[in-house]
């Protein structure tokens, strides 16, 4: 859950990364 919130914040800031992150997790 803790990463999810780090996840939360970089999203806003890197849409593109986002969606790289949540095909990882």
Do not use: E
């Not at 859950?1 to 949540?22: A, P």
Request: hydrophobic content about 20%; glycine content about 4%; proline content about 0%.
């Amino acid at each position: 859950m803790r990463s999810q919130q780090t996840i939360h914040g970089v999203q806003q800031q890197n849409l593109t990364h986002r969606l790289r992150t949540t095909y990882t997790y």
